[in-house]
C-alpha cells in the first residue's frame, strides 16, 4: 500500500491550492481515506474524510466552507481543495487511509480519536501561507 501526496507549495493569504494523493495496493471503496494536517510544534490534526464507499465527506469546523474532498475512483486519487487559504492553515498536509469506520469518526467530530486508527500514511507535503 503507498500513498503519494502531492501540489503543497507557497501561496498567498487568500489563496487556493489542490492537492492530491495517489493511492496504490488497495481498493479504494473499502477504505475511508483523510486529510491529516500538522504544524510545528502543534499535534496532527483532522482536515477532511472520505467514505471511499459512498463519498460523504467530513470537515471539522475550521476549515468547513473553505476546503472540500473529492476522490476520483477511477484514478485511485484524493483531492484536497484549499480555498481561501490563511496563514494559519500553514502545515505539512497528509493523507491517510483506514477502515470506513472511521468515517463515521470524522462525523462525529473525533478527528483526534481517529488520528491512530489509519493504518496507511503519505510522506506529507508542505503548505506555506503567507500573510
Known amino acids: 500500500v503507498q500513498l503519494v501526496e502531492s501540489g503543497g507549495g507557497l501561496v498567498q493569504a487568500g489563496g487556493s491550492l489542490r492537492l492530491a494523493c495517489a493511492a496504490s495496493g488497495f481498493t479504494f471503496d473499502e477504505y475511508a481515506i483523510a486529510w491529516f494536517r500538522q504544524a510545528p510544534g502543534k499535534q496532527r490534526e483532522g482536515v477532511s474524510c472520505i467514505s471511499g464507499s459512498d463519498g460523504s465527506t467530513y470537515y471539522p469546523d475550521s476549515v468547513k466552507g473553505r476546503f472540500t474532498i473529492s476522490s476520483d475512483n477511477a484514478k485511485n486519487t484524493v483531492y484536497l481543495q484549499m480555498n481561501s487559504l490563511k496563514p494559519e492553515d500553514t502545515a505539512v498536509y497528509y493523507c491517510?487511509?483506514?477502515?470506513?469506520?472511521?468515517?463515521?469518526?470524522?462525523?462525529?467530530?473525533?478527528?483526534?480519536?481517529?488520528?491512530?486508527?489509519?493504518?496507511?500514511w503519505g510522506q506529507g507535503t508542505q503548505v506555506t501561507v503567507s500573510s
Open positions: 491517510a487511509a483506514g477502515g470506513l469506520y472511521l468515517a463515521t469518526l470524522a462525523a462525529d467530530g473525533l478527528w483526534k480519536e481517529s488520528l491512530l486508527e489509519y493504518e496507511y
